[in-house]
C-alpha cells in the first residue's frame, strides 16, 4: 500500500483511475467498465466519486489505493499493512474487501505487523 502519497489529491476517485489506467495501457473501450468494477469491489461510496481526493478520509483514500493497485489487473497483489493507521470500522471494511480480493482467486501476499510485549 502507497499510504496517501501514491493519489493525485486535486483529483477525483475517478479522474485517478482513468489517468493510472491510461499510464498502464488499459484498453480505453474497457476502462469506464473496469473503473466500475474496481469501485464496486472496494465500496467507494457513489455520491464521492467526483469528490477531490483530498477531501476523503484515510480509510477512503485507502480503498481508492487499493482500487488503482488493481487498475491493470496484475497476476500477484501485495498489500503491505493496507488497515495501518484505521479506525476498528475502516480496518473491518479493508478485511472485507481482501476476502473479495481472496474469492477472485489471485495470489495476495498479506504484511500485517503485529505487536509482541
Excluded: H, W
Excluded at 473496469?34 to 466519486?49: A, D, F, Q, T, Y
Excluded at 469528490?51 to 478520509?57: G, I
Excluded at 497483489?77 to 493507521?85: K, S, V, Y
Amino acid at each position: 500500500m502507497g499510504g496517501e502519497r501514491n493519489l493525485y489529491t486535486r483529483l477525483s476517485a475517478i479522474e485517478n483511475l482513468e489517468y493510472f489506467a491510461d499510464l498502464y495501457g488499459v484498453p480505453y473501450k474497457n476502462r469506464k467498465e473496469k473503473i466500475k468494477e474496481l469501485l464496486e469491489i472496494v465500496g467507494l461510496p457513489s455520491n464521492r466519486l467526483k469528490d477531490k481526493v483530498e477531501t476523503y478520509s484515510k480509510g477512503m483514500k485507502q480503498k481508492l489505493q487499493i482500487a488503482r493497485g488493481l487498475i491493470n489487473d496484475p497476476e500477484i497483489i501485495f498489500l503491505d499493512e493496507p488497515t495501518i493507521g484505521l479506525d476498528p470500522i475502516g480496518a473491518r471494511e479493508i478485511r472485507n474487501i481482501i476476502k473479495r480480493l481472496k474469492n477472485m482467486k489471485k495470489p495476495l501476499f498479506l504484511r500485517v505487523i503485529t505487536c509482541r510485549k
